[in-house]
């Protein structure tokens, strides 16, 4: 795995838990020293109201995706074995994603 990759799993949603994909956010350094990964959960719902940490993926069909996603900085820990790559976000996404995860968390 690596940071932008696209990844599903048995995930912690706000509301409920269940198989929803999401996108990579742990480092290169990170992802070689540990056998978890950060990940910033993807969601079809429209977030309302949208925030300053939310983002539309402009690209979510050549990340693997089967319908158009939202990112939330919603940040799990999962272990590696427990996600599925999928894909892999596209430059321009992969900057929003970036841009949004370091305004959450004031880096």
């Known amino acids: 795995m690596k940071p932008g990759d696209v990844v ?3 995930l912690a949603g706000a ?6 994909p999401a996108v990579v956010i742990a480092g290169s350094t990170y992802l070689v020293e540990h056998p978890d990964v950060l990940v910033g ?30 990112f939330r900085v919603y940040v799990l820990t999962m ?9 892999h976000l596209s430059d321009r996404d992969w900057d929003q994603v970036k841009s949004r995860v370091r305004t959450a968390f004031a880096i």
């Not at 509301?15 to 929803?20: A, C, D, G, I, L």
């Not at 272990?79 to 894909?87: A, M, Q, V, Y």
């Open 15 to 20: 509301v409920e838990t269940k198989v929803r």
């Open 41 to 70: 959960i993807l969601t079809t719902k429209q977030p309302k109201p949208t925030t300053s940490t939310d983002c539309v993926l402009q690209d979510w069909q050549s990340a693997g995706l089967r319908a158009e996603s939202y």
């Open 8 to 10: 599903v799993g048995v």
């Open 79 to 87: 272990h590696r074995s427990e996600l599925t790559t999928i894909g």
